[in-house]
């Protein structure tokens, strides 16, 4: 498996994302978007009000220079429910970052597991795609278009919480749509599931300031993001700091930084209303890689490097005046 590296060419990647949801999802894009080391092909936005999951998502986009990157509403609910619209929810906690369409660039009008399988045909076994939420939009592209499976470089995912030794979690973005994660899993795509609870530190107090201070367009919009959790997120407060789970599938990408070893991940799907459940076991010939933790050595190390990129004038913008 090839991972970016400074000598090397950007990681092309398609970000699949419930953003809005949590503040997590809003900081992988962040980075991605400033980072050398990846080439953000599109963003496709799942479950639930996908609308305004793009309009947060071409806000971002649109603060660090890169507007014209394609953004997709995808599939609002589970396999295999269709692409049925729901009504606009409360629970996209970052809305005030793009309440309206406002200023934003377009939104791309591809259906999302169609661009997918083009972008990855496009480009054979180079195209991660990383999935940071419901995994419909995986699933149902695999389902539709099979030739998917054998044409993305992986299928990165975060969810579940395990560790060796510990009791294995489902996490919510394996939860929330496992009928399409049971698809991911059993398909001949090379599927890369990491545990949330790999150890990537949260931001601290001085990096929330840094944030609101800094005075970039790009920190602005996350300040209001970092904001609105706080006050709509129910566990939340006006201290609480932002995690960086999702921000695992980045660290797989930049290479070195977590332990990965092969395994196999088993999803057990029950009826409608049921609680799906995970199991995970080493396997020395996979089929899966699963990532256990973040090397205790890099934690500071790549929690430094997340914040350098989140502060960052953005590199697009940088390209142009320099």
Partial sequence: MNHATPDREPVPIILDTDIGEDIDDILVLAVALNSPEFEVLAVTTVDGDTS???????????????????????????????????????????????????????????????????????????????????????????????????????????????????????GWNLRYDPAAVAVVARSEASWVLLSESLGIPPLTVDDVEAI???????????????????????????????????????AWLLGGYLDVRPGQAYIEVGPRGQRASLRVEDAATGPHLLGWSVRPEQRDRLHDLYMQRLLAEPIAKREKTG
């Fill in 52 to 170: 305004a999951r793009s309009r947060i998502t071409r806000r971002i986009t649109s603060a660090f220079g890169r507007g014209k990157i394609p953004v997709v509403a995808g599939y609002p609910r589970s396999m295999p429910e269709g692409d049925e619209p729901v009504p606009p929810l409360t629970s996209v906690t970052q809305n005030a970052v793009a309440p309206t369409e406002d200023g934003l660039p377009a939104g791309c009008e591809s259906a999302a597991d169609e661009l997918i399988a083009r972008l990855a045909t496009a480009q054979p076994g180079k195209v991660h795609l990383l999935t940071i939420g419901s995994m419909t939009n995986a699933g149902q592209a695999l389902v539709r278009y099979p030739q998917t499976a054998r044409n993305l470089a992986a299928i990165l995912s975060n969810g579940g919480s395990f560790a060796p030794g510990r009791k294995t979690a489902i």
């Fill in 212 to 250: 609101r201070t800094r005075g970039l367009e790009t920190t602005d919009a996350l300040w209001v993001a970092i904001q609105e959790w706080r006050e709509n997120k129910p566990e939340c407060n006006a201290e609480s700091l932002p995690h960086m789970a999702d921000l695992n599938t980045l």
